[in-house]
């Protein structure tokens, strides 16, 4: 745990960055291979999109799936960028303008972003947690768990950045390491002394995580997802896993592991043996175990056995899955050295999270959910929870997202068709993909007696489930949870699940 007095040395590092423009001699490393202009060049701030560029930028030129940044190098010096770094020693830049050459632009702008707002990770308590479902979750249970009067949690995740004094919506479940860092640095001067972060196996490829200080590293869960960009479930884990083995950059002081995950098992035999290991699930062997568990419409019931004795645990989250979760985040506070028994007694007035098993009340009859289960394990879950607790039928809507993993629509097919009633697949974020070719990857996962219908239009399929159900069913509305759009050819069209199902609900009851 960082001490008071590191804070408040750290406030003052803070300050004298906000108040004066930096040398890039104290961001740049002294392995710094020039290629022209020197170190006494002013920096202002770290960039990687040149629409953000103004005077006194460094521009970090990175090379992505979609785009280079060395193809915007005319624009970037228009804005009047003092830096640029790059992977192509061979560019035109003219000479007034510092160029360093770096094979890996994305490593050096985490090493750049950690230096020039003042390594706010070696002073905050910051818990990093990985996992393909339950990050969000986990996240803002532990954040709320955490929190004391006075002392604000700063979050980083994929619904909202909470940042002390305010929160601001998240852009990205793990920003580029030039955005964490400013984000980090806001927490501590609102006054946060931990922070809790989604840590996504896109951020820990992509560098930008690199080198940062985690004082908890936690491990939910790894399923199929991203395979598309990994290539096969080794390569996947093996990104996870290096936020913990050391890869990164610094080892972890402790791992909280799901024990009952095959890959969470792994994980704890190949740790560091000085990396202090704090172990959840149903294992009888895990240090935060769940035993007894009770599922109800309401939430769960379950006996917490811990180093701290046994206890009743009521917590309002829906499923099995969310046992784990709540697991997770009291194993974080164990982890932090906080008081188990005061955070245990916080669980049962948690209010939730945007799109995580949100309910949708406008006095229907009948039951409506909606979640962001958008991978084959986190789709079963969801269904196999609310099968536990529906009377009627169970309606699903869902679709799979464009230009992403193909192998899995064939499985999300199949239990989809084999956990719900009646199944209507539709749009979820086609992206650049044609939507018929996403629906022909999906029907090779149909039985001949499938009960699913395909439905451009998601608008139409939601209605469509909710006139087929009566009271005592439940309808889930899947795959994209909190967010507020459809991703389209590059284009960005307003559509939020929840929204929508509340005024087709009162459409509805008025045609009544």
Same mark, same amino acid.
């Given at each position: 745990?960082?001490?008071?007095?590191?804070?408040?040395?750290?406030?003052?590092? =803070?300050?004298?960055r906000?108040?004066?423009?930096?040398?890039l001699?104290?961001?740049?490393?002294?392995?710094?291979?020039?290629?022209?202009?020197?170190?006494?060049?002013?920096?202002?701030?770290?960039?990687?999109? %040149? #629409?953000r560029?103004?005077?006194?930028?460094?521009?970090?030129? =990175?090379?992505?799936?979609?785009?280079?940044?060395n193809?915007?190098?005319?624009?970037?010096?228009?804005?009047?960028a003092?830096? =640029?770094?790059?992977?192509?020693?061979?560019?035109?830049i !003219?000479?007034?303008? %510092?160029?360093?050459?770096?094979?890996?632009?994305?490593?050096e702008?985490?090493?750049?972003?950690?230096?020039?707002?003042?390594?706010?990770?070696?002073?905050?308590?910051?818990? +990093?947690?990985t /996992?393909t479902?339950?990050?969000?979750?986990?996240?803002?249970?532990?954040?709320?768990?955490?929190?004391?009067?006075?002392?604000?949690?700063?979050?980083?995740?994929?619904?909202?950045?909470?940042?002390?004094?305010r929160?601001?919506?998240?852009f990205?479940t793990? !920003? @580029?390491a030039?955005?964490i860092y400013?984000?980090? #640095?806001?927490?501590?001067?609102?006054?946060?002394?931990e922070?809790?972060?989604e840590?996504?196996?896109h951020?820990?490829?992509?560098? #930008?995580?690199?080198?940062?200080?985690?004082?908890?590293?936690?491990f939910?869960?790894l399923?199929?997802?991203?395979?598309d960009?990994?290539?096969?479930?080794e390569?996947y884990?093996?990104?996870?896993?290096?936020?913990?083995?050391?890869?990164?950059?610094?080892?972890?002081?402790?791992?909280?592991?799901?024990?009952?995950?095959?890959?969470?098992?792994?994980?704890?035999?190949?740790?560091?043996?000085?990396?202090?290991?704090?172990?959840?699930?149903?294992?009888?062997n895990a240090?935060?175990?769940? #035993?007894?568990?009770s599922?109800?419409?309401?939430?769960?019931?379950f006996?917490?056995?811990s180093?701290?004795?046994?206890?009743?645990?009521?917590?309002?989250?829906?499923?099995?899955?969310?046992?784990?979760?709540?697991?997770?985040?009291?194993?974080?506070?164990?982890?932090?050295?906080?008081?188990?028994?005061?955070?245990?007694h916080?669980?049962s007035?948690?209010?939730g999270?945007? +799109?995580?098993?949100?309910?949708?009340e406008?006095?229907q009859?009948?039951r409506?959910v909606?979640d962001?289960?958008?991978?084959?394990?986190?789709?079963r879950?969801?269904?196999?929870?609310l099968?536990e607790?529906?009377?009627?039928?169970?309606?699903?809507?869902?679709?799979?997202?464009?230009n992403?993993?193909?192998?899995?629509r064939?499985?999300?097919?199949?239990?989809?068709?084999?956990?719900?009633?009646?199944?209507?697949?539709?749009a979820?974020?086609?992206?650049? @993909?044609?939507l018929?070719?996403i629906?022909?990857d999906?029907?090779? /996962?149909?039985?001949?007696?499938?009960?699913?219908?395909?439905?451009?239009?998601?608008?139409?399929?939601?209605?469509?489930?909710?006139?087929?159900?009566?009271?005592?069913?439940?309808v889930l =509305?899947?795959?994209?949870?909190?967010?507020?759009?459809? @991703?389209?050819?590059?284009?960005?069209?307003?559509?939020?699940?929840?929204?929508?199902?509340?005024?087709?609900?009162?459409?509805?009851?008025?045609a %009544?």
């Open positions: 745990m960082k001490t008071g007095i590191e804070q408040k040395d750290l406030l003052k590092n =803070i300050h004298n906000l108040s004066r423009t930096v040398k001699r104290d961001v740049a490393g002294v392995d710094t291979e020039m290629l022209q202009g020197s170190l006494s060049t002013n920096v202002t701030d770290l960039v990687t999109d %040149s #629409r560029v103004v005077p006194g930028s460094a521009f970090f030129a =990175i090379p992505g799936q979609r785009t280079d940044g193809n915007y190098l005319e624009e970037v010096l228009e804005r009047g003092s830096t =640029i770094l790059t992977s192509q020693p061979d560019l035109e !003219p000479n007034n303008v %510092s160029a360093i050459y770096t094979k890996n632009p994305r490593l702008l985490a090493k750049y972003a950690k230096r020039f707002h003042g390594s706010p990770d070696k002073f905050l308590n910051i818990v +990093g947690v /996992g479902n339950g990050k969000t979750t986990v996240t803002s249970l532990a954040r709320h768990l955490l929190e004391r009067p006075g002392r604000p949690v700063g979050l980083i995740g994929t619904v909202r950045y909470h940042l002390g004094d929160e601001v919506p998240s990205r793990t !920003p @580029e030039s955005d400013p984000l980090l #640095r806001s927490m501590m001067v609102a006054g946060c002394s922070a809790v972060m840590v996504s196996s951020g820990i490829h992509q560098s #930008r995580v690199a080198g940062m200080e985690f004082e908890v590293a936690v939910l869960n399923t199929r997802d991203h395979l960009y990994h290539g096969n479930m390569s884990f093996c990104e996870k896993r290096k936020i913990f083995n050391g890869e990164n950059g610094h080892l972890p002081k402790v791992a909280v592991i799901n024990s009952d995950c095959p890959y969470g098992k792994r994980l704890m035999d190949e740790l560091p043996p000085h990396v202090h290991v704090v172990s959840f699930g149903e294992d009888k240090t935060f175990r769940a #035993r007894n568990i599922l109800s419409p309401s939430g769960s019931e006996i917490l056995d180093p701290f004795g046994s206890t009743v645990i009521s917590s309002p989250l829906l499923g099995r899955y969310n046992v784990m979760n709540v697991l997770a985040s009291v194993s974080i506070t164990h982890a932090l050295g906080m008081d188990v028994n005061k955070a245990i916080k669980i007035n948690f209010s999270v945007d +799109g995580r098993m949100e309910k949708i406008k006095g009859g009948y409506v909606v962001y289960a958008h991978t084959p394990d986190a789709l879950n969801a269904l196999f929870m099968r607790c529906t009377k009627g039928k169970l309606h699903l809507v869902f679709g799979c997202g464009g992403r993993d193909k192998g899995k064939l499985e999300m097919t199949k239990i989809a068709c084999a956990g719900a009633d009646r199944v209507w697949a539709t979820d974020n086609p992206r650049t @993909e044609s018929q070719d629906f022909n999906m029907r090779k /996962g149909l039985s001949k007696n499938s009960k699913l219908k395909f439905v451009d239009d998601r608008r139409r399929a939601i209605s469509m489930a909710m006139d087929g159900a009566v009271e005592g069913d439940c =509305i899947a795959g994209k949870g909190h967010e507020s759009f459809q @991703e389209v050819q590059y284009t960005a069209i307003p559509f939020d699940d929840r929204i929508v199902a509340r005024e087709l609900i009162s459409a509805k009851q008025l %009544s």
